[in-house]
């Protein structure tokens, strides 16, 4: 039999609190791989989009993740336009409004994709992308980016099955 064999990959998440790894599948290796040549570019957070996309494969949780992904280029778009046009421009307050609510729905849907990762994976996930500090906010706007792509390589994905 002729092929290629593919097996599983550990990918390695790092907080102050250690590291935390989760084991995904050659699908999910290939959807990463997928994404990043969409985007012409590596993901920002090659790693923990691995863990998010392994993890609601393996829970069938994969429509929280297609809702967070969502939701997530809504902010990522938002947050685009808010910086462009600044706090003094008009419609900046509703832009600002719109994002905090959909920014605040991104995280809930994290948290529940993530329920059912390991202890360590969801501490870290929450250290890195959901604590209140300027470097966490960083991080889930760099995901919010990554899950974008994620979201166009769906849409891409309905439009050839038709």
Not at 13 to 31: C, D, K, L, R, V
Request: hydrophobic share 40%.
């Amino acid at each position: 039999m002729h092929g290629l064999v593919s097996t599983n990959t550990m990918l390695y998440i790092a907080s102050s609190s250690g590291f935390a790894n989760m084991e995904i599948s050659p699908t999910t290796s290939e959807m990463l791989r997928s994404i990043e040549q969409l985007a012409r570019k590596p993901l920002l957070c090659h790693t923990e989009m691995g863990i998010l996309i392994e993890t609601a494969s393996q829970h069938g949780s994969e429509r929280l993740l297609e809702d967070l992904s969502f939701y997530a280029k809504f902010c990522h778009k938002t947050y685009g336009i808010m910086r462009r046009i600044g706090p003094g421009a008009e419609g900046y307050d509703k832009l600002a409004q719109e994002f905090s609510a959909n920014l605040q729905q991104c995280k809930d849907l994290m948290t529940n994709l993530l329920g059912s990762a390991p202890d360590e994976v969801r501490r870290n996930f929450a250290e890195q992308f959901l604590a209140l500090t300027p470097e966490a906010f960083a991080n889930l706007l760099n995901l919010f980016a990554d899950l974008s792509w994620y979201k166009n390589k769906l849409i891409d994905e309905r439009k050839e099955r038709g």
